[in-house]
């Protein structure tokens, strides 16, 4: 079974804090992504990388930056915390190739204090 | 730019069949994904159409229309546990591949 897991399950952070959230998959997947989801908007991509040091910009990339410095772990970095990024955030992985589907961590819920 | 679109909620009855539509805009269209997400959970994936047409597996249906910019996801001999929310998702290979989101439709199922 693929499994992506992401380190913690809910964090309470003050506003102006930096703050990492990782993600480590273990079925060798190429692509790893970044999405909030908050009510009535979905999921919105953040980041996504395709290769070990390549990142590339999402939809919402304002606030955030990603590290990839090996192929399983894909950081997500506020680098000041901010209210308005009180949200769910959920890491995920998949294969090269258009019809490969993503595999999902079980998300981290953030609040920002 | 992208847009999907999908209804917010549904409720449905137990053993009845439900559809549930998707539309989209996207320049680089490289196929159409649906997940289901039960609250609180990771979404897992349902169906995956690049071309026209319908794909079954089991109680679970989608369909694509291409030309129309549309798809609809079919669960029939609904469960309680079909109780979730079902994300249309569009890969869209404009500029660098990446997956965008609709909002998703929650359905409920009523006994």
């Known amino acids: 079974d693929v499994k992506v897991t992401q380190s913690s399950r809910y964090l309470v952070k003050r506003t102006g804090e930096k703050v990492f959230l990782e993600c480590v998959q273990d079925m060798d997947h190429e692509n790893m992504f970044w999405y909030r989801q908050d009510p009535g908007l979905g999921l919105r991509l953040i980041y996504f990388?395709?290769?070990?040091?390549?990142?590339e910009k999402g939809d919402i990339p304002e606030g955030y930056s990603v590290s990839r410095e090996k192929k399983e772990r894909f950081s997500l970095i506020l680098e000041s915390a901010s209210t308005n990024q009180t949200s769910m955030y959920l890491c995920?992985?998949?294969?090269?190739?258009?019809?490969?589907?993503?595999?999902f961590g079980q998300g981290t819920r953030l609040t920002v204090v | 730019g992208q847009n999907i679109d999908q209804p917010t909620e549904m409720t449905a009855t137990e053993g009845a069949i439900v559809q549930i539509n998707c539309t989209y805009q996207?320049?680089?269209?490289?196929?159409l994904f649906w997940y289901q997400q039960h609250a609180g959970e990771a979404p897992t994936f349902l169906s995956y159409?690049?071309?026209?047409g319908l794909e079954e597996k089991g109680r679970f249906s989608s369909f694509l229309s291409r030309s129309k910019g549309y798809s609809y996801l079919l669960l029939k001999e609904l469960q309680m546990k079909d109780s979730a929310s079902y994300l249309c998702a569009v890969r869209d290979d404009t500029g660098g591949f990446k997956t965008i989101f609709g909002a998703g439709t929650r359905l409920f199922v009523k006994a």
């Open positions: 995920a992985s998949s294969l090269s190739g258009a019809n490969t589907e993503a595999f």
């Open positions: 990388s395709y290769d070990v040091k390549m990142k």
């Open positions: 159409n690049v071309l026209d």
């Open positions: 996207t320049s680089g269209f490289n196929g």
